[in-house]
């Protein structure tokens, strides 16, 4: 099998297994930070335990700087999965996953506020796209309270995804694996105050559903994501990205009876031209690294900016 083939395989299977990830989480019973709690845990398990095969800890090539970047953003990384799970549960799995997919957009807002990098006229209007499609996707009337509040979860949770990508691009040198190992290390101190493990103790087969999210979302998923990185170009990566909605909308359809309504479906595709023209656009003019959990590396501690589609 060619190299590019075979990362096309490995990074489809990586999206197709990122759309069942609502699934997982709404079947495990858990509230949202328990979710997380445990996925951060049996995830930095299954990441630790490849990373030592591999030999990746010696050489691994972190200072006090980027080991404190990794920590940050693990931190945007963890709570972005709150609110993104919160969203699942206010909302459905695919309004959520669809609006989750501005990320880009607020990463570009970022780089303007914090780095002073000029937005061009071109990126202005693929914004003005996206908003339209997020408006149409939304389908929220006034007082429709739980719509909205998913909305707002939703948003969140790209806003905090985008700043954790702010954050870790930073960390050059350094094996995504490992960025990722330390940000869902960060997890555990950190959603500890907010866990309800009393509620969680008698969800039954609940804990195969998390043990899931752990090892395969954040175990397996990661690995193929990042080993298909080192082979595919970023346009491909980019457009192998959008699997994930894809499957996501699919299988809540399939498992919940949940679709959204043509009036939605129309903003979709708006929402996926902008996310992708403006993503492809950053990653062709400066390569630079994304968040471990979602992102991987052509080379130990580079990684596409593209690659930023998987939750």
Known sequence: MRNETRGTVELTLAMVLSGTLGVFVVESGASPFEVVFFRCLFGAAALGAYSLARGFFTGHGFTAKKLGLAALGGVFIVFNWVFLFEAYEATSISLATVVYHTQPFFLVLLGAVFMRERISGGKL?????????????????????ASLKGLG????????????????????????????LVQVLVGLPLLLPFADFGAVAGIGGGWLWLGGLGLIHTGLMYVLM???????????????????????????????GHHIG?????????????????????????PVAA????????APGASSPAATRAA
Request: glycine share 8%.
């Open 125 to 145: 209007a693929w914004l003005a796209v996206a908003f339209a499609g997020l408006v149409l996707v939304s389908g929220v009337r006034p007082g429709d309270t």
């Open 262 to 286: 043509l009036v939605q479906a129309l903003g979709v595709p708006l929402i996926v031209l902008a996310s992708l023209k403006v993503t492809l656009a950053g990653s062709a003019r400066t």
């Open 291 to 298: 968040p471990a959990p979602r992102t991987g590396g052509h």
């Open 226 to 256: 990042y080993a298909a990185y080192a082979k595919l170009p970023t346009a491909k990566i980019a457009v192998l990205a959008f699997t994930y909605p894809a499957v996501a909308m699919g299988v809540d359809w399939a498992v919940y």
């Open 153 to 180: 979860f939703a948003l969140a949770a790209a806003v905090l995804y985008a700043l954790a990508t702010f954050v870790t691009k930073r960390i050059t040198g350094v094996r995504p694996h490992l960025v990722a």
